[in-house]
């Protein structure tokens, strides 16, 4: 009976180590591999691999309008070639590989990136995606990082002004700061537009002094874009002038949103609708006549939701509309004394239709 027992539990290991396949002696791949030992992993790899020692570079403090430049270094340690494929900034960065974009194993290759810091601020970090035939890792991210000071400050660089009203006073306001303890001053304000106005004030914020512009539009504002560029001028020698961009546009009692239609990409075939508003501000009640879509691709559909006072216009593409650009405009009457007529721009795409999956 011992006998028969043993002879048993033999063959069940035996059975055992044949399912697993390996081989009686070997160590098994779930085992800790001896200190500078090599995983079986590793050993039965075969292809390229992409090492980056140091994928973040801080640049630390520059001044704004510098540019900033540095040579990231990787190796294929793979044993076969690496190709760089393609290689994707975040704005306001551009990337190159140097020499040659194949690297062969055992090999360095250099991706040098510059981070142009002319429109920003602050702490900012700009990424670069390497798109490689590295099979474990095809995308790897490096990153330029830091701090981007400036002699003078502009907030917002850019204003925009919006959608307004066309008869009712708007007044929005920029900043424009320097360190308090520096010599500078800004010594003159202008802009173009007289539908728009700029009053400065002196202002002080956490160690830093300048002017709060107060940028006011006219009630008397005609209806359209409103754009404008305020200039100051500094005694700065870094930033002698800054152009601080003015942007948006005067509406009257009707309101069109959106105020252009874009369809996209349509394939032919497959309809589509896109929804505009209509909204009347007058203490008049609006009444609209014709509603006339200038392509026969794009029939109207209008819908009166609040009586004299707010309207939906659906705009459907036809399934039958051939490929090509879709280029046109409705055209709107209404009974209001001074906007008897609305265009909404139209834009998109139809392509052909879709080939039926097999």
Known sequence: MRFG????????VFFSLACLDVVPGARAESETPPSGG?????????????????????FGQVEQGEQVTHDFRFANQGNRDLRV???????????AVIAAD????????????TFDTKRFAGQKAKDIRVHTNDPLSPVTTLTLRGEIT????????????GRLQRGVPTT??????????????????????????????????????????QVSVSKT?????????????????????????????????????????????VHQGVGETRTV???????QPLGIGQVQSSLASVVPELTEVTPGKEFELRLHITGDTEPGRIRGSIEIMTDHPEETHLTIPLFGIVAAARQASR
Do not use: H, W
């Open 5 to 12: 027992t043993s002879a048993a539990l033999v063959l069940t």
């Open 38 to 58: 090599t995983t079986p992993d590793t050993v039965a790899f075969i292809g390229p691999r992409m090492q980056v020692d140091e994928p973040v570079f801080d």
């Open 85 to 95: 494929q393609s290689v994707k900034t975040s704005c306001g960065c551009t990337a």
């Open 102 to 113: 194949t690297i062969p194993p055992g090999t360095e290759g250099t991706i040098q990136a």
């Open 150 to 161: 400036t002699e003078i400050q502009v907030q917002p660089a850019q204003l925009y002004l």
């Open 172 to 213: 929005r306001t920029v900043t424009v700061l320097y360190d308090e303890n520096k010599s500078l001053a800004i010594t003159d304000i202008t802009n173009g537009n007289p539908a728009i106005s700029v009053r400065a004030e002196d202002a002080q914020v956490e160690g830093k002094k300048g002017k709060a512009l």
């Open 221 to 265: 504002a005609q209806r359209g874009p409103l754009n404008d560029t305020i200039t100051v001028t500094t005694t700065s020698t870094k930033k002698p002038t800054i152009s601080i961009p003015v942007v948006g546009s005067i509406e009257g009692d009707i309101s069109v949103s959106p105020s252009q239609v874009s369809f996209g990409v």
């Open 277 to 283: 508003r209509i909204k009347n501000r007058s203490a």
